[in-house]
């Protein structure tokens, strides 16, 4: 069993989205698979009596899903999929890392991460469009762009994709990549506004 620290104990009652109160009722045991094997740990746990949600602030404030997987298996599963598909990601994790994640666990930790990261994108370019403010950074940029498709449960989709990378002094390459289901138009602006996000405006301003 792991001590988690303070474990997320906020008192004997925190607030509640629906405006009441949780009340702590105890700490709860969670086994959590980490990139050198099972653990368990003991949180904090809250409850509302109004609504009956439920809330375990360990949990959220270290990046742990409703899967099992601790932040650091969780994202070496998301950077071998970038390349690799679900099952080749779930043979590589047991290579590198002796753990045994399934093809099915990849899957829906890969889809978890990528809405949340859409949803940061799509609200940073609301906010964009709210004040016209633009991210700031290299000397020279490259934006390259394609189009393919891939495989849904409904059919066969159009994606545009878009690669972003330079030469930082202190770090080496740099890369960001944009993939989207979007219209062109809509697709642009997201690529556009992470091209500004890594410098464009600076490289176009010294050219």
Request: charged share 25%; proline share 2%; with cysteine.
């Amino acid at each position: 069993m792991v001590d988690c620290g303070s474990n997320g104990y906020k008192g004997s009652s925190i607030a509640c989205e629906c405006n009441s109160s949780m009340k702590f009722m105890q700490h709860r045991p969670r086994d959590i698979h980490t990139l050198f094997g099972w653990i368990k740990l003991r949180r904090a746990y809250y409850n509302c009596r109004d609504c009956g949600a439920g809330l375990a602030p360990y949990d959220k404030s270290s990046g742990l899903g409703s899967e099992q997987l601790s932040t650091g298996l969780a994202r070496a599963c998301c950077l071998l999929a970038v390349d690799d598909s679900f099952a080749q990601t779930s043979q590589k994790i047991e290579e590198l890392f002796g753990q045994e994640v399934s093809e099915r666990t990849v899957e829906r930790v890969v889809h978890r991460v990528g809405s949340v990261v859409l949803q940061q994108h799509n609200q940073e370019l609301g906010g964009f469009f709210a004040d016209r403010q633009i991210p700031h950074l290299p000397e020279r940029l490259y934006v390259a762009v394609d189009g393919t498709t891939a495989h849904e449960t409904d059919g066969w989709h159009k994606v545009k994709v878009g690669s972003i990378y330079w030469e930082d002094k202190q770090s080496g390459e740099q890369k960001r990549y944009v993939g989207r289901f979007d219209n062109s138009g809509t697709f642009g602006w997201h690529l556009w506004l992470e091209s500004c996000r890594c410098g464009l405006r600076e490289v176009l301003a010294s050219a």
